[in-house]
């Protein structure tokens, strides 16, 4: 019982979620992007928001961004959110993460073979801040 309570208070006070919750969550938020919706609307539906986790952590939604470009100056805008589990370990790697893909503001694609494909295509590198 005092567990029960505990998990309550977690859940009403401070917004604490599962890693699977977040999981779910976004998985389902996959389902309403549509292809062509800009940058914000396509944040709108998958969420921006720090998640408290049950084991006393934090989860950033969405995960990480990054910019990828080539020397012809294409530019591509990446967004990855927290989708899958591979394993048990506590530790979120990037075959874990759905990558969202954005060209000038515009949702192009996402998930990991569309970026790889994209990847090679126009022959991007992890923009450096040099």
Request: glycine fraction near 8%; hydrophobic fraction near 40%; charged fraction near 25%.
């Amino acid at each position: 019982m005092k567990k029960l309570l505990v998990l309550l208070l977690c859940l009403g006070l401070t917004g604490c979620a599962s890693l699977s919750g977040i999981r779910i969550m976004n998985r389902q938020n996959l389902l309403k992007l549509s292809i062509g919706m800009t940058k914000q609307e396509a944040l709108n539906v998958m969420g921006t928001r720090t998640f408290k986790t049950y084991a006393d952590g934090t989860i950033n939604n969405p995960y990480r961004s990054e910019i990828l470009s080539n020397k012809e100056g294409r530019v591509f805008e990446v967004v990855h959110y927290y989708t899958d589990v591979k394993s048990l370990d506590g530790v979120i790697t990037d075959d874990e993460l759905t990558p969202l893909i954005f060209d000038n503001g515009k949702l192009i694609g996402w998930g990991q073979s569309f970026l790889q494909d994209n990847i090679l295509k126009y022959k991007l590198k992890l923009r450096s801040n040099e």
